[in-house]
C-alpha cells in the first residue's frame, strides 16, 4: 500500500512570498488532514477535511493560509504571504472515515521563511 | 490549553530492558488513543492503539496500558532496541470527530 505523498519536501522562501505544499492521500482515505509541528512540539491540525468538504478548518489562520480539497483526493496548502513565524514542519495525513482509524502521516515538507 | 501531556521530554534505557513512555490527558470524552513514533525527517508512524473499552493492547514488543480513571496511559517497549530509538508521541481522539490531539513527545534513546 503507497503511504501519504508530499511535496516539496523542503522549502526556503523569503517573507512576504507564497508558497504550496502537496499532499496525495492513501488511496480510498475520505479523511484528510493538514498539521503544523513546530520545533520540540506536537502536530497541530490546520484543517481537516471529510472528502471534498473542510469539516474542521477552526485553527487555519485565514488571512494568509488556504486550502483546498477540489476533487477529494489530493490536497493542496498554501500560505500567502508567509511570514518568519511560519516555519515549521507542514504534515498531510489520512485516514478512514469512522470510528477508531488511525492517522497515517506523509514524511512532511520543513518550510524554513529567511 | 494542552488536552495531551507528556512530561517527559527525553527516556535513556539499556538495550534489553523495559521502556516505559507515559502520557496524560484531561479531556474525559476521549476514547481513542494512539502512539506514533517518529524519526528524524520522517513523519509520524502509527505505532499502536487502543480504544477505551480496553485497558490493554499488545503488539509483539509494544504493549499500551489504558488507566481511565487516572486519564494516563503508557507505552511499554520490551525488550528494548537500538532501533527503537526516535520520537514517541501519544495522541488522543473522542466523540467520533476524527480529531486528533498530540502529545509533545518524549525522545528515546536505547543505549547498546
Known amino acids: 500500500e503507497a503511504g501519504v505523498v508530499q511535496s516539496p519536501r523542503y522549502k526556503i522562501i523569503e517573507k512576504k512570498q507564497p508558497v504550496a505544499f502537496w499532499c496525495n492521500p492513501i488511496?480510498?482515505?475520505?479523511?484528510l488532514y493538514w498539521y503544523r509541528q513546530n520545533l520540540g512540539q506536537g502536530p497541530e491540525l490546520l484543517i481537516r477535511?471529510?472528502?471534498?468538504?473542510?469539516?474542521?478548518d477552526s485553527q487555519l489562520p485565514k488571512d494568509r493560509f488556504s486550502a483546498e480539497r477540489l476533487k477529494g483526493v489530493d490536497s493542496t496548502l498554501k500560505i500567502q504571504p508567509a511570514e518568519l513565524g511560519d516555519s515549521a514542519v507542514y504534515l498531510c495525513?489520512?485516514?478512514?472515515?469512522?470510528?477508531?482509524?488511525?492517522?497515517?502521516f506523509g514524511n512532511g515538507t520543513r518550510l524554513t521563511v529567511t | 490549553d494542552q488536552q495531551v501531556k507528556q512530561n517527559s521530554p527525553s527516556l535513556s534505557v539499556q538495550e534489553g530492558r523495559i521502556s516505559i513512555l507515559n502520557c496524560d490527558y484531561t479531556?474525559?470524552?476521549?476514547?481513542?488513543f494512539l502512539w506514533y513514533k517518529k524519526y528524524p525527517a520522517e513523519g509520524p508512524t502509527f505505532l499502536i492503539s487502543?480504544?477505551?473499552?480496553?485497558d490493554k493492547n499488545e503488539d509483539g514488543r509494544f504493549t499500551v496500558f489504558l488507566n481511565k480513571s487516572a486519564k494516563h496511559l503508557s507505552l511499554h517497549i520490551v525488550p528494548s532496541q537500538p532501533g527503537d530509538s526516535a520520537v514517541y508521541f501519544c495522541?488522543?481522539?473522542?466523540?467520533?470527530?476524527?480529531?486528533?490531539?498530540f502529545g509533545t513527545g518524549t525522545s528515546l534513546t536505547v543505549i547498546p
Open positions: 479531556n474525559s470524552m476521549f476514547d481513542y
Open positions: 495522541a488522543a481522539s473522542g466523540n467520533a470527530g476524527n480529531q486528533f490531539y
Open positions: 495525513a489520512s485516514s478512514l472515515r469512522g470510528n477508531n482509524s488511525p492517522l497515517h
Open positions: 487502543i480504544s477505551s473499552i480496553k
Open positions: 488511496s480510498g482515505h475520505n479523511t
Open positions: 477535511y471529510e472528502n471534498e468538504e473542510a469539516v474542521d
